[in-house]
C-alpha cells in the first residue's frame, strides 16, 4: 500500500490540527493503521494505532486524552486529531501501514510508510 500524509502546519501551543494519510490499494482495510513522529536529533516513536475496522485504537501515553486516531475505510484514509498541542509536539508525523490484526509500537514492524507531514508547534 502506498502512503500520502498531509495536514501539518505551523500551530500555537494550545492549538489543534488535524493530518490525514491517504491509502492505494483495495486492501486498506486490511491493514492495522499507525502514526509515528520523529522530532530532530530523536528516533522515530509510536504516536497512536488503529485497528482494521476502526473501533480498537491505542496511544503512547504522551499524546493520551489529546490525540485521536481514526480511520475511514471508505475513503481508504487514516486521520490524527491533535488537540491540545505542545512545544514537545513538533516533529515530522509519518503514517505508517502494516498487515495482519496486531499493532506494534516498533517502527520495523511497519510495510509501508507515508513521506512525512511537519508539525511544529510554538510557544
Known amino acids: 500500500v502506498q502512503l500520502q500524509a498531509s495536514g501539518g502546519g505551523l500551530v500555537q501551543a494550545g492549538g489543534s490540527l488535524r493530518l490525514s494519510c491517504a491509502a492505494s490499494g483495495r486492501t486498506f482495510s486490511t491493514y492495522v493503521m499507525a502514526w509515528f513522529r520523529q522530532a530532530p536529533g530523536k528516533e522515530r516513536e509510536f504516536v497512536a494505532a488503529?485497528?482494521?475496522?476502526?473501533?480498537?485504537?491505542y496511544y503512547a501515553d504522551s499524546v493520551k486524552g489529546r490525540f485521536t486516531i481514526s480511520r475511514d475505510n471508505a475513503k481508504n484514509t487514516v486521520y490524527l486529531q491533535m488537540n491540545s498541542l505542545k512545544p514537545e509536539d513538533t516533529a515530522v508525523y509519518y503514517c505508517?501501514?502494516?498487515?495482519?490484526?496486531?499493532?506494534?509500537?516498533?517502527?520495523?514492524?511497519?510495510?509501508?510508510w507515508g513521506q512525512g507531514t511537519q508539525v511544529t508547534v510554538s510557544s
Open positions: 488503529v485497528n482494521w475496522s476502526g473501533d480498537t485504537t
Open positions: 505508517a501501514a502494516r498487515s495482519g490484526s496486531y499493532y506494534y509500537t516498533q517502527v520495523d514492524k511497519y510495510d509501508s
